[in-house]
Structures are given as C-alpha cells and as structure tokens.
C-alpha cells in the first residue's frame, strides 16, 4: 500500500496583476530582508518595509504580504506556521496588527521595556538640543502609549528639556499653539 501526502491548497487567489505590477515597483525599492537572527535589527526591518509601503501608499492593502515577500529563513517559517495555523486571520491582517505580531516574536520583551523605560527618563542633559531631538523621536517609538497625542509628545519633549530652555518652551505650550 503506497501512501500519499496530502495535497497543501491555498486558500488564496492567484495574484492580480495590478498587484504584481506593485509588487515590482515595491523590489525597486530595495526593501530588506529579514531572517530572525538575533543579530538582525527587527524593528530596523519593519520602519524600513513600512516607510516603503507607506510611500507607496499600500500599507493596508498590501504591505503584510509585501512585507512577509522579504522574510527568510526562520522567519518566513513563522510566518508560514501562523498562515496555515490561521488562513482567514493571515489574510485579512492590518499592518499594526502585524507588525505588533512582529515584533511580539523578534524584539524580546525586556528590550521593549528597557527602551521604554529609556525613553520615561530621558533627558537633553549635555546634548544640542538638534541631538535630544533626534533621540528623543527615536525613543518615543518605544512608548507610542505615553506620547499618544502631538500634545503629550510636545510636553514630553519640553519635560526633558534642560531647566534653561524649558520656561520659554512652557510658555509656547500655555499659548496652545498648534504643533
């Protein structure tokens, strides 16, 4: 008696070809790829794939499967374990759904709280205020739930402020200028 596997079918329809043509255009970016080695920057990865889908305005139509085209190895393995595991969820994926997935699975939690954490105490002390600026966006990705709003950000970015500079900046904030 010979055994047969069985036949893996998929779930989904063939590629459009108005889909193809903006998955061409998507390579031309050079998007990069990403195998879940631990010496790979996951959250790097993610930023890149997504300035790029936002770019081209398809972050919710296509940038899961655009961005899932650039897994390797491991990675695209996990990701090959939860689309069979869940092929009506996989499909109808939103980017913030995934990329929360992501980085659930890449960016080990302790790192996500160190950065946090980071970011609650961080202050301009001897930086130019350019430098503080540009460290403080790059930590504030880490605590989107505390600089929900442009104005929590705003006070934020005042509150770490060496105690020179902050008067004049709270007396903008008083003024409820749009930011």
Request: hydrophobic share 40%; net charge negative.
């Amino acid at each position: 008696m010979q055994l047969v596997a069985p036949i893996q079918l998929e779930d989904r329809a063939a590629i459009s070809e108005e889909e193809q043509l903006r998955l061409e255009r998507y390579k031309k970016y050079h998007p990069p790829t990403f195998s879940g080695l631990t010496s790979e920057n996951a959250q790097g990865f993610l930023e890149e794939c997504h300035r790029i889908i936002h770019t081209m305005c398809v972050a919710e139509s296509s940038g899961v499967s655009f961005t899932m085209f650039q897994l390797k190895g491991a990675a695209y393995q996990w990701w090959r374990v939860y689309e069979l595991g869940s092929l009506a969820e996989a499909a109808s994926l939103t980017w913030t759904q995934f990329s929360d997935m992501f980085l659930r699975e890449y960016v080990p939690q302790s790192l996500r709280d160190a950065r946090r954490v980071e970011f609650e105490q961080f202050r301009q002390g001897s930086m130019t205020l350019s430098e503080y600026a540009i460290r403080f966006s790059d930590l504030a990705r880490h605590a989107l739930a505390l600089v929900a709003t442009v104005r929590e950000r705003v006070h934020r970015f005042i509150e770490g402020l060496n105690p020179s500079i902050k008067p004049n900046m709270n007396r903008e904030l008083k003024m409820d200028i749009a930011y």
